[in-house]
């Protein structure tokens, strides 16, 4: 069954420190990929997405995602956090063959060290 | 700018009630859905529409109905709530495989 793993359930980093969340999905084709923001109260906010192309793709906010097809993963990552980017963050696939439906992962909710 | 409206941010309901969450967008988006988000289990879908009148059921539709008589606008309806369907419901829209555009949520507690 397609899936979505995001293991980490909590992070907590020092703001101004790098930032990396990992997502790993289960299918046997190319899937589209994305990464959704959530800020407290909030509905969600796409961050990032990756059709096809360069596996490297950048974001709002300073974000960036790499879509490994060999590890099945799609990571987020920030090379310094600021304290607004507290929040939940959910990586989500969708496949070809139901495009229009998409399958979330659990979330990883970030935490800003002052 | 893209919106998607969601009529309710906090509700609160008794067991029993028949209880109706409404959700408009604005993009002429043909796809529609409903999710429901607990911690811990991410966004669950339950249902979806890709067009006027036409349904699908997602994962977890039990206790749940919809409604899409305009293109606009997609309802999500408890027959009967139950305690155990306090969540936070988001509505979301999109056009074709394209991302899909959410709203701000609305709270359901069923006390």
């Known amino acids: 069954a397609q899936s979505v793993t995001q293991p980490d359930i909590h992070i907590t980093v020092s703001e101004g420190a790098s930032l990396e969340l990992r997502c790993n999905y289960s299918y046997g084709a190319t899937p589209y990929l994305f990464w959704y923001v959530q800020s407290p109260g909030q509905g969600l906010q796409l961050l990032l997405k990756y059709f096809s192309g360069d596996t490297l793709v950048q974001g709002i906010k300073g974000f960036e995602a790499e879509f490994k097809r060999s590890q099945s993963s799609f990571n987020l990552r920030k090379p310094s956090v600021h304290w607004s980017d507290a929040a939940e963050y959910f990586c989500?696939?969708?496949?070809?063959?139901?495009?229009?439906?998409?399958?979330f992962g659990s979330g990883t909710r970030l935490s800003i060290r002052p | 700018d893209v919106k998607v409206t969601q009529s309710s941010r906090y509700l609160v309901k008794r067991t029993g009630e028949k209880v109706f969450l409404e959700c408009v967008q604005d993009?002429?988006?043909?796809?529609m859905f409903w999710y429901r988000q607990d911690p811990g289990l991410g966004l669950r879908l339950i249902y979806f529409?890709?067009?006027?009148?036409?349904?699908e059921k997602g994962d977890i539709p039990e206790g749940y109905s919809v409604s899409r008589e305009k293109k606009e606008r997609f309802s999500l309806i408890l027959e009967s709530a139950s305690t155990n369907q306090t969540s936070m419901y988001l509505c979301a829209s999109s056009s074709g495989s394209d991302i899909q555009y959410f709203g701000a949520g609305t709270r359901l507690s069923v006390l």
């Open positions: 989500a696939v969708a496949y070809y063959s139901s495009a229009s439906k998409i399958i």
């Open positions: 529409s890709y067009d006027v009148k036409m349904k």
């Open positions: 993009m002429d988006h043909e796809n």
